[in-house]
T-cell receptor
């Protein structure tokens, strides 16, 4: 079974600075998708960024970018120019391309942004 | 209403009560999900419905009974719960069966407390 590990329970970043969240996963498959979801204190989870495993180019969405290392099974999220609104729980998730639409989530990393 | 809505947002119930959680998606999706989010644990997938048919039951105790009357509505019927069932219950939806079928949209959740 696939597992997703986020080794940092909490990260703190100064406003306008950069923070990187780590995520590793375990799978024997070659075709899959990886996601970062954000859950602000209001609890509505939203998708931040996603990466298809077959794409070598790292995904980027405005201030959010990933470092996808397929061989190392690593998928880190970089938040640049951090803003107060970035404070939230961030979850890394994995979905097999062959196993329907089931998502496996990591334990989450809480990001605190200091003004 | 837009996106995915859930009612009630908060629920307190005794172990002998029967209650239901409701989820409605306004996105035209054909797949819906129930997740359990407990403190200090990863999100746990409970049930998946595709085209109103249950396709995944992640070994959930029978005191949780899902119902999907149509592709827009999903219920979670609760009876004889235990205090350890206290958690945030999240509903999500997605459009399964297409190339871009891998984004799940989440509702705000129902915070359940079992006394």
């Amino acid at each position: 079974a696939q597992t997703v590990t986020q080794s940092q329970p909490e990260m703190s970043v100064q406003e306008a600075e950069t923070v990187t969240l780590s995520c590793t996963y375990d799978t024997s498959e070659s075709d899959y998708y990886l996601f970062w979801y954000k859950q602000p204190p209001s609890r509505q989870m939203i998708l931040v960024i996603r990466q298809e495993a077959y794409k070598q180019q790292n995904a980027t969405e405005n201030r959010f970018s990933v470092n996808f290392q397929k061989a190392a099974k690593s998928f880190s999220l970089k938040i640049s120019d951090s803003q107060l609104g970035d404070a939230a729980m961030y979850f890394c998730a994995y979905r097999s391309a062959a196993a329907g639409n089931k998502l496996t989530f990591g334990g989450g990393t809480r990001v605190l942004v200091k003004p | 209403e837009t996106g995915v809505t859930q009612t009630p947002r908060h629920l307190v119930m005794g172990m002998t009560n029967k209650k239901s959680l409701k989820c409605e998606q306004h996105l035209g999706h054909n797949a819906m999900y129930w997740y359990k989010q407990s403190a200090k644990k990863p999100l746990e997938l409970m049930f998946v419905y595709n085209f109103k048919e249950q396709t995944e039951n992640n070994s959930v105790p029978s005191r949780f009974s899902p119902e999907c009357p149509n592709s827009s509505h999903l219920f979670l019927h609760l009876h004889t719960l235990q205090p350890e069932d206290s958690a945030l219950y999240l509903c999500a939806s997605s459009q399964a069966g297409t190339v871009d079928s891998n984004e799940q949209f989440f509702g705000p959740g129902t915070r359940l407390t079992v006394l």
